[in-house]
């Protein structure tokens, strides 16, 4: 049986990825690399839509890839590669702009909320047509299937429209993907605010559990994350959010039950509880911080790894950018 084609990106907007994105998508992306043929891109040109320092892209994107390689993406399964090193990507998005209508792109939700918090003048139109470079990265590629959460549903269906679009005017060039909305293993929240999503966009890094930090800092933000009402640790969403939240994160990653937590620490207080989740989370994400450290001493090697990532991303990538070209009559 042939593998299935799976692709997906992130965006290297930040040092490091939180516990959310690590829970809710990419260890996801670590599971599907061994029964599909996954390309994973960390996608820097989308990144450009908000205005970042050049040292700082260059840094983050770096420390995307190498997270990425930490947490198990393994370079000889899947393809990792960054996204300006094919320049496909770019070639291919100015053809599905000519054929993506104006309203249809003004109808995408993340730039209207995006667009509606910058204002005008702070808009680019990068950011208008960010999801019509999103469809050229898909579909370069021919994926079966596309995992990425649910915010990214709608761009997975401009994608599919623009494919079916094109391949009706010019003839089949483009395997039509399907969205894998990707479960998360837990949703996971703000350690401040339990009722709120953990974010980057969050006021105060305080609740927000970082891959990269020292394991002081994760202990410190367990110890004052917020506590609930009462002492009992128990599972309920809406009178103990917090305490919830914390029985969340133990069980995705220590892959014991709830029921199971809630029994160990009957009769114990929040201050123990709150340590051991703490223990928790720095034995998964030590051993990947100090990784994702090695790989960022050796930039050397690290840069070579994404070359071969690149070399293979573009034979398939320039493959179906002729095939388009030559669709469309350019000569
Ligand atoms: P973002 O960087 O916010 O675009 O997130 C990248 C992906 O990580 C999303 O598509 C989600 O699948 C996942 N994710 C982000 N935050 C959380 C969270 N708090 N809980 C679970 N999954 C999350
Ligand atoms: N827009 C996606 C996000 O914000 C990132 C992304 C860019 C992407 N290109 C992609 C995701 C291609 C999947 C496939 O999460």
Known sequence: MSKKRVLSGIQPTHDSFHLGNYLGALKQWVEL??????YYCVVDLHALTVETDPKLLHQRTLLSAAQ??????????????VQSHVPAHNQLAWVFECITGFGEASRMTQFKDKSQKGGAERTNVGLFTYPILQAADILLYQPDFVPVGEDQRQHVELTRDIAERFNKRFGKVFNIPQAQIIKSLAKINDLQDPTAKM??????????????????????????SVTDDGKEIKFDEKLKPGISNLLTIHSALSGKSIQSIESEFAGKGYGDFKSAVAEVVIANLEPIAKRTQELMSDRAELVKILEVGAQRANQVASETLKSAYSAIGLI
């Not at 990425?68 to 590669?81: E, Q, R």
């Not at 966009?201 to 994760?218: F, K, N, R, Y």
């Open 199 to 224: 974010s980057k966009s969050a006021s105060s890094m305080a609740g927000v559990i970082e891959i990269l930090d020292t394991p002081e800092a994760t202990l410190k933000k367990f110890k004052s």
């Open 68 to 81: 990425l390689i930490a947490i198990g993406i393994d370079p000889n399964k899947s393809t990792l590669f």
């Open 33 to 38: 690399q061994t029964d599909n043929d996954a």
